[in-house]
């Protein structure tokens, strides 16, 4: 009895202890760690699209446009800084293709009175915005909805004249043709503007105050309508 009690002792001594269960891990430098970056943070950067009508006809007759084709295309690159929780200011840079499609009339005289098939205007410019911007609704870490005033200034890159006409011929359906670096269109344009958004969707107004014509073409052609008015899509 005595030996076997002392081989029984023995067997349990050498099985294998239980170790705990952990209850908890955390990782507590994650957890606690400020975050700065994001839709409703300190800053924020992303990109957006927009199409945007040209609204309303010239300052005179012969230069008609064509609705809803008469249009600024842009990209755009977006850079917030908050300041407050209602507060924030930010830059644009953006690209935009403006193209203004005449219409054909016999009192046309922009760029001269031929007449076409289908002819435009188009710019390429290269725009930086200022802009404030109130934040309005509920306080999470979204774009959420705002209201922001803009100044803005471009420079014209490339501008051209594209025309379009059927031919005298059977060779070819449509005969076009382009000339850029026109003389009578400004460099440079500037203005103010305005968005009213609600996360990645926002309403947008452009008022150009800098005229589109220089030199004699300034008394010659009369001044094309001036606002803008689109959506725009933000990429976030």
Do not use: C
Not at 2 to 19: H, Q
Not at 171 to 181: F, I, L, N
């Amino acid at each position: 009895m005595a030996l076997a009690s002392t081989l029984a002792a023995l067997l349990l001594a050498a099985s294998p202890a239980r170790a705990q269960r952990p209850l908890l891990s955390t990782d507590v430098a994650a957890d606690t760690a400020r975050q700065t970056y994001g839709p409703h943070r300190r800053h924020f950067r992303h990109l957006y699209l927009a199409y945007m009508p040209v609204l309303g006809q010239p300052a005179g007759r012969g230069a008609d446009l064509r609705p809803w084709v008469s249009a600024e295309m842009v990209l755009g690159l977006r850079e917030k800084l908050r300041l407050t929780p209602v507060l924030a200011i930010g830059a644009d840079a953006r690209y935009v293709y403006l193209r203004y499609a005449l219409a054909q009339h016999p009192d046309k005289v922009l760029p001269d009175a031929a007449l076409h098939h289908r002819e435009s205007l188009a710019l390429h410019r290269a725009d930086l915005e200022g802009w404030a911007r109130l934040r309005f609704g509920r306080q999470g870490n979204t774009v959420g909805r705002y209201l922001d005033v803009s100044g803005w200034g471009g420079w014209v890159a490339a501008t051209a004249h594209h025309t379009e006409d059927e031919p005298n011929s059977a060779r070819a359906k449509r005969v076009k043709t382009t000339e850029t670096g026109l003389p009578y269109l400004r460099r440079w344009a500037y203005g103010a503007g305005a968005r009213l958004g609600s996360q990645r969707l926002v309403l947008t107004a452009r008022y150009r105050l800098s005229d589109t014509f220089r030199g004699v073409a300034a008394g010659l052609y009369p001044e094309l309508p001036r606002w803008t008015v689109g959506l725009e899509i933000g990429v976030l």
